[in-house]
C-alpha cells in the first residue's frame, strides 16, 4: 500500500458534507486550493445525525498512541444539525440540547488533552446547517432548523470554536425571503453550486482570519516545483518537506 505523503484536511457531517465532491462542491472546491500541499478527506454520510456521528469519529480518526503512523488532520471541519433538526417521530431527530452536547463533545474528542484522540495541531470549523426551503422540501420546519443552526453557534461559543454561519450567510444572500432560497439550494435542503460558493468562502474567511498559517496560499508545496528540480541528480531535490512552513 502506498503511503499518504500529505497531511489533510478532513470534511465531518451528513450529506451536506458527502455531496461537497459534487461539481463546483466546498470539497472540490478545497481540494483544488491544495492540490499538492494537503489532501482533502470527505467523511460526510447521507442522512446521519449526531447521535451516530460519535461512534463513526472514534473510528476515523486515530487515537493519540497511533498519531505518529498517520498523517496529521490540520484542519476538521464539523458539518451537522440539518437531520438532527428532522422533526419527529423520523429516526433522524436528535433534541436540540442533546445535539448541541454531541457537537461539544465531538470537538472536545479531538480538543481536550484527557481525550484518547486528542490532537493539539488540529484546527476545527464548526458549520452551520443552511436554512431549509420548506416550499420545496416539504415535512421540515424552517424555525426548528433556525435554532438548531443557533445551537451550532452556541456550541462555537463555549468550545472557542470559529463557526461558519452558512444559514445567516445564505438567508441574508435571499434577501430574507424562504422562497429566495432555492437559489442556493437544489431541492430545499441541500445545496447546489452557488450555495456550495458560500460555504467554500466562509470557511477560507476562517481559514485567513484564524488559522493563517494553513491558508493554502501560505503553504509550500509538499514536492518542490518543477522548475526547481536537480536535473543533473533528481532524487537529491526530490524529497519530501513539510507544506506548514510559514512562509509570511
Known amino acids: ?46 442522512g446521519y445525525q449526531t447521535d451516530w456521528a460519535i461512534p463513526v469519529l472514534e473510528q476515523i480518526i486515530a487515537k493519540q498512541h497511533e498519531q505518529h503512523h498517520v498523517p496529521t488532520v490540520q484542519l476538521l471541519t464539523i458539518w451537522y444539525g440539518a437531520n438532527d433538526a428532522a422533526p419527529l417521530p423520523s429516526p433522524q431527530h436528535v433534541p436540540r440540547d442533546q445535539f448541541k452536547a454531541n457537537l461539544i463533545h465531538l470537538v472536545d474528542m479531538v480538543k481536550s488533552p484527557t481525550s484518547a484522540y486528542y490532537s493539539p495541531h488540529t484546527r476545527i470549523i464548526l458549520i452551520t446547517p443552511p436554512p431549509v426551503n420548506t416550499h420545496q422540501w416539504p415535512g421540515r420546519d424552517f424555525d426548528q432548523t433556525r435554532l438548531y443552526a443557533e445551537a451550532v453557534k452556541e456550541a462555537g461559543h463555549q468550545t472557542g470554536v470559529p463557526i461558519a454561519d452558512v444559514w445567516t450567510e445564505i438567508w441574508e444572500a435571499a434577501g430574507r425571503d424562504e422562497r429566495a432560497c432555492e437559489e442556493f439550494l437544489s431541492d430545499g435542503l441541500h445545496l447546489n453550486a452557488a450555495g456550495y460558493e458560500i460555504v467554500f468562502n466562509s470557511i477560507m474567511k476562517i481559514v485567513a482570519d484564524k488559522y493563517p498559517e494553513i491558508h493554502h496560499e501560505k503553504l509550500q508545496t509538499i514536492f518542490v516545483p518543477w522548475s526547481e528540480v536537480n536535473v543533473d541528480d533528481p532524487r537529491s531535490s526530490l524529497a519530501k518537506r513539510p507544506t506548514i512552513v510559514w512562509l509570511g
Open 1 to 46: 500500500m502506498a503511503a499518504n505523503t500529505q497531511d489533510v484536511i478532513m470534511l465531518f457531517g451528513d450529506s451536506l458534507t458527502q455531496g461537497g465532491w459534487e461539481p463546483l462542491g466546498f470539497a472540490q472546491r478545497l481540494a483544488s486550493a491544495y492540490v499538492r500541499k494537503l489532501d482533502v478527506i470527505n467523511r460526510g454520510l447521507s
